[in-house]
């Protein structure tokens, strides 16, 4: 046993007594207890193969219930297929549960809607979304989800801020148990991820079997179970959450009753002639565009000339091409196949007849298009 643990945290220095005793768990059914795992590495000398890791500090506030105020940020991650990858998550403060997740090939807008739309959907509005500076988070089409759905944006001070220290030690989670497992290219140790639906899945199943089950050390109550006992809770129709998160611009309209957006001209109501107008749109299809008046609905833009369906920012994923797995313990695959297994025991799957809804996991893929709502 300890010559597997010895291999295993040899293999990859990162991993903590900690995970290592979890790895051995997970393949064998038993492992020693994390002290004496400690233990042996100091006796070996293993502990000196890890880098040190800087302290960080973090508040001591808490939200009074679930849902008062999440706490969203971005992860860098691992390379897939040479490409980076980042995690956008959002992070309930009362209950340190994770309300919302995604990982894409991008920092920007779209990634961004991807990890919060379906939380919203799912976990409820937040009275409060407190974020960094970061330019997804400062976008306007935020600003106008927000103020839509009724949540108080509140941005963090330049420099180091204050109070984010809970996603700060999710995200140091997050490295210590799941990156941590993923190889870092061809040959090295670890999972190899063929590709961004193979990461999410395998994250998603991470965090509903290993951490939303874990007692957290602050709240002595673990995460999923707390955040539950507040519900249940209001989540938004389906029409307002697609109000919320189509994007718009302001045009003046010109003499010929034309709008134009991004090399794209569009014929409107000639009573609009001279004025300054909202057009609001799905940022994946630039052919539909509602015009509003000072908040009131004022027609449809008709296509006039099209010169681009999508807006500059709206870029989908780019599956990479699979690489080569490799051998070895798969940590990962082991909590992917025990998250499956109790799914399985929860879905009647004979009642779901000859025409099953398709798989949740496509619902948002980054390569599809977001759903639009002409009306």
Do not use: C
């Not at 880098?51 to 506030?61: D, I, L, Q, S, W």
């Not at 290219?185 to 999410?200: F, K, T, Y």
């Not at 999508?310 to 870029?315: D, F, M």
Request: hydrophobic residues 40%; proline residues 8%.
């Amino acid at each position: 046993m300890f010559e597997l643990a010895a291999a295993l945290k040899k293999e990859n220095p990162s991993r903590s007594a900690a995970q290592v005793r979890r790895i051995l768990h997970a393949q064998l059914g038993w492992a020693p207890n994390e002290t004496t795992l400690q233990r042996m590495f100091v006796r070996t000398g293993l502990t000196a193969l890890r880098a040190p890791v800087e302290p960080a500090v973090f508040g001591r506030f808490e939200a009074g219930r679930p849902n008062e105020i999440w706490t969203g940020d971005a992860l860098h991650g691992p390379r897939i297929g040479g490409r980076k990858t980042y995690l956008f998550a959002f992070l309930d403060d009362h209950s340190r549960a994770i309300v919302g997740h995604r990982w894409g090939f991008a920092e920007d807008t779209v990634r961004l809607a991807a990890a919060l739309r379906p939380a919203l959907a799912a976990r409820g509005v937040p009275d409060y979304v407190y974020v960094d500076n970061g330019s997804a988070f400062v976008d306007s089409w935020l600003l106008r989800a927000g103020a839509k759905l009724g949540i108080k944006l509140v941005h963090s001070a330049p420099g180091r801020p204050q109070g984010r220290g809970k996603i700060e030690r999710f995200f140091r989670t997050v490295n210590g148990e799941f990156v941590v497992e993923i190889a870092a290219g061809d040959g090295e140790p670890g999972r190899q991820v063929s590709d961004l639906a193979e990461m999410n899945r395998l994250f998603t199943a991470w965090v509903e079997t290993v951490y939303h089950r874990r007692v957290h050390s602050e709240t002595a109550a673990a995460p999923l179970p707390r955040w539950l006992d507040g519900g249940p809770y209001p989540v938004p129709a389906p029409a307002d959450l697609a109000e919320a998160f189509r994007w718009s611009e302001h045009r003046t309209v010109s003499k010929t009753a034309l709008v134009s957006l991004h090399g794209n001209r569009y014929q409107v109501n000639p009573g609009l002639v001279g004025r300054k107008v909202e057009l609001v749109f799905d940022p994946f299809d630039l052919t539909f565009l509602r015009v509003r008046l000072d908040g009131s609905d004022a027609g449809t833009a008709l296509p006039f000339q099209i010169s681009r369906h999508s807006h500059p920012k709206a870029k989908p994923e780019i599956p990479a091409e699979p690489p080569k797995p490799t051998t070895g313990i798969d940590y990962l695959g082991l909590i992917d196949s025990t998250h499956t297994a109790e799914l399985a025991t929860k879905v009647n799957y004979a009642a779901l007849g000859a025409n099953p809804p398709e798989p949740a996991a496509l619902e948002l893929d980054l390569g599809l298009e977001l759903p639009a709502d002409p009306a």
